[in-house]
């Protein structure tokens, strides 16, 4: 069971995070187009669920995004959704230097916090020896906050992946608008 290695402060956290998405999801309006073009990336906590005496919770890296905006078009797949190139370097799960690069969508989903998917190439030292490659591709759920500020945060879901003795994490960033 998830909870039982959790702390009671991070399900505690988990479970107001839950609690307070309907209240969000009641706010919701019209998606609107991201002002910044550049933002930066801080890459910090990340959250095993099978945290091992080795992890490490601390994936500290920098990152950078380029928006390149919201759809106007009504024939447009992702009409309305924000997208966005994005590259980041970070300390992985095993204290190993891991790259990012990809491409991502995000959608409001109520007035201060949007969904999305990330999708794109990771490159990994650990991925030799369990993949058969140092690149794997990857496809994951994120949510952000959307406050009228140059400051959010990101949340990035890695699903359970038994090939890479991963039961799942929860991978967070601080995300700074560059004027």
């Known amino acids: 069971m ?8 991070q399900t505690h956290s988990c479970l107001i995070i ?3 998405l309907p209240v969000s999801f009641s706010l919701a309006q019209e998606p609107e187009t991201v002002t910044a073009a550049y933002r ?3 890459n910090g906590y990340a959250l095993h669920v099978d945290k091992g005496k080795d992890t490490n919770q601390l994936a500290w890296g920098l990152g950078i995004e380029k928006s390149s905006g919201a759809s106007k078009s009504d024939k447009a797949i992702l009409n309305g959704w924000n997208k966005y190139w994005e590259l980041d370097v970070y300390q992985d799960s095993y204290s ?3 790259i990012a690069v990809g491409f991502g969508v995000y959608r409001p989903v109520s007035r201060y916090l949007d969904f999305g998917f990330k999708i794109g190439l990771l490159y990994e030292q650990e991925f030799k020896q369990k993949a058969g490659s140092y690149i794997v591709p990857y496809l994951l759920p994120s949510m952000q906050t959307s406050f009228d ?3 959010n945060l990101r949340m990035t879901v890695v699903p359970p992946f038994p090939k890479f003795s991963i039961k799942g994490l929860i991978f967070l960033q ?6």
């Open 149 to 151: 500020s140059r400051t």
């Open 18 to 20: 839950l609690l307070l």
């Open 96 to 98: 190993d230097i891991a």
């Open 174 to 179: 601080l995300i700074v608008d560059i004027p």
């Open 40 to 42: 930066l990336h801080l």
């Open 2 to 9: 998830v909870s039982a290695t959790l702390s009671n402060r």
